[in-house]
């Protein structure tokens, strides 16, 4: 039993739990102060049996959702509620017992330390953890994980479908967490207005267990529906990060890579529409202006790029250190 000074508490939604979800909340209670267990609609009816197990208890409290209303949305009621609880540590685990509640500690170790504002899974953090998973979950978490990063700014996280997350409460509250998406998309848009605030995550090396549970969540098929969300969430963050919030070299980088973009296509059009209406070849002033331009904007972007993925993590890292 790990001894902790703060109050630890862990939301739980469900659909389709039932027994393995009670497995769950019994490993989780030796390592949290108290569990929300939001009832989605369950069609196993998990919330009756988990009250009816531990009506004596006051850690565990079930809420029922009388619509299905997703994983996020009932996410979101828990963490109102144990913030309402004033839970200094607010962790989400799934019902489906692919995540071995005994990691919590390991989990929420670093907050307790103070070293970061919130901590997540990630199960290809090792070889024989990737090899341990189906080849269907591991292809599309790939891909998810690559456009993840992309429209979050996260580019130091991994697994961004991974259930098991944990934050300190007052770095909760600076989280727009009613602007999450109710769905299966909850975790990719948490880590998006996570990255509005600067939010420094660390992450846990761990291995899921795979025992022929019910997903609805289908991480191939995810990957074009979750597309034009990452792509809106990615122009979204460019313009809050890179313009609202700040101005810095990243910035500079993309609006001067937007602007030669932008001449690039007029010269390109314009040498393309004279082709056509009047048969005229490209004058090798117009073909060197092209390839220039070409190779500046690529340079620009990919120096955009570089800062994203290298200064925005570092800023993190010092605000959090700064916070001890």
Known sequence: MV?????????????????????????????????????????????????????????????????NIGVGGSTKKAFKILQQKKCQIIIKLDADGQINPELIPSLIKPLIEGEFDAAKGNRFSSLDHVLSMPIVRVVGNLGLSFMNKLSTGYWELFDPTNGFIAFKSSSLKKVRIDKVDNRYFFESDLLFQCSLQNICFTQLQMQSVYAGEYSSLKPIREIFRFGKKHFINFFKRLIYQYFLLDFNIGSLELLTGSTTLLILFCVGLRVYLNGIFKNQFATPGEANLISLLSIITTQLFIGFLYYDATQQPLIRRLKARSKK
């Open 3 to 67: 001894v902790r000074k703060l109050k630890v508490g862990c939301a739980i939604p469900c659909f389709r739990g039932g027994e393995e979800t009670i497995r769950v909340i019994k490993s989780a209670l030796n390592f949290v102060d108290f569990i929300i267990l939001v009832d989605d609609n369950c069609p196993l009816h998990t919330g009756k049996k988990v009250d009816e197990i531990f009506m004596n208890s006051e850690k565990v409290v079930v809420i029922y959702n009388k619509f």
